[in-house]
């Protein structure tokens, strides 16, 4: 994926979001300490002393994590569902599950009854068939022979060369190591976890329409040549394979398994190596390489140095570069771009939103709800949140007219946003134009957020640490593991409870929430 034509909207993100630190009794980021290293915890944050060029001053703090088991007691015996709170995303275990400290409309907060277990929700069936929304691409420039153009904004997805939507499809995952770049020890663990994070993955997301069928090998493949030198323009860019290094390594690979009707090939290095800094791909067909039992040209993505020191979790960017190979344009909506793995493969949510899964053909009645907006009557509707694996309708979609489609969408921290902001919850909604004018921009975001109308929900809080060298590409460590996109997000795109916006004439509400966001819809006028 190339992140770069990112990178000015993600710093200007960033620089607003370092203009307002916190400050704590005792603790103030930013403030003078006397010892490097030395740690203080502070209303809930652990703050370190940090050099900062010739001073030493307090970083800005890391947020400790409250555990919840099932008999802790409640620190505050008075404490109770909808009664102020002062700390979002504070929990407290209870008889009942726990309590979350929540931001509502006004600016207020207080404490929402949650559980941690779900049951399937019940709505009312769509006014409309899915093929309803199901609208067609209507950009301007068509036609033009690029993975931009090519890939899908609109139903159907047309998978690449070797990918299929429905069915079964071979991946390859192995590890490959160098002479000039050892590695130790054995891949086997990293090529786990990867595996088993992308099959829950596409299993849920494709509603099992797609299975990848993952074939590994336990051990480090050597490489027959020394590592080469993949250059990008910039930190946070993508580098590419050549033909001639992605034969070589399939040429390694099909030595030790087999490697035939392989539609993807990814590869992660060990972190010795040096030369490998960027994330790289190569999705050239024209150029067969042939193996043990005829030819195959998969397309192959590997992971690089920077990986490592950005402390990233491989298996989002496989996943991501593979969905566009199963034809998905993805990186819409664009901005903010903490809402899912196609907005940005190391965004704190991993979902995939309801306008991709329509466009993928993965969507069912079951978790999308669609209605034209002149047979939209009032109706509540309980949302799913898009996070969270549980049965229900997770994403409604309202078609405003034959180029535009209102989408609304619930979020939480859950299964698929393990790093997102603690205590978010809420709607967000986003409009969809097939009519997007592309003529000057081949990938113009057909998807907006939609803001909140007189609210200030401000930007997300600073959190974790800026991993040198990534700052402009907003990458940040949080609890350990890097990700995109976690500070500086305008936070009035979600919609707290009390709190409506119309578009279009359509008003949405949220009028309930707790561990689901119960929403109101009606058609003014």
Known sequence: MKRKYLALLIAVAFIGSTLSIPAFAGVKAGSICN????????????YTCIKSGTKLIWNKGVKIAVTITPNQTPPMTKTAEGKPCQIVGEKIANPKGYLECRAISEGS?????????FTSINNPTSPDSLDTCQLKDQRPVRNTYSWQQYRAIAFPATPERNFVNTGAEKIVVI????????????????????????????????????????????????????????????????????????SEYISAIDKVIDVSGASAIWVIYPDSITKIYAESQNRSYGNPTPIKNGTISPAMFAIGKETYLAHRMPWLYFVHETMHGQGLMGHSPQWPYIFGIMNNEYSPSHNLNGWDSLVMGWATPQNIYCVEKKNLAKVDLTLVPIEREQQGVSTVLIKLSNSKVLAIESHRVDKWSPLQIPGLYGVTTYVINLATDNTTNIVAPIGTYQKVPNVNHGLTPIRGAPIPGFENFGTYLIDGIGVAGGNGTDLNVMMYLGEALTIEGVKISLIASGD?????IERLG
């Open 516 to 520: 689901n966001d119960t929403v109101r």
């Open 35 to 46: 010892t490097k290293g030395q740690a203080k915890t502070s209303s809930g944050y652990k």
């Open 175 to 246: 590890g490959i190591d160098f002479s000039d770049a050892p590695a130790k020890g054995s891949p086997k663990a990293a090529l786990d976890d990867i595996i088993k994070n992308s099959t829950e993955w596409v299993d849920w997301y494709s509603n099992n329409k797609l299975k990848w069928e993952f074939a590994t090998y336990d051990q480090w493949i050597r490489a027959p040549k020394e590592s080469q030198e993949l250059r990008s323009a910039e930190v946070g860019a993508d580098a590419q394979i050549s033909d001639a290094i992605k």
């Open 109 to 117: 907060m207080k404490y929402f009854q949650l559980s941690s277990s």
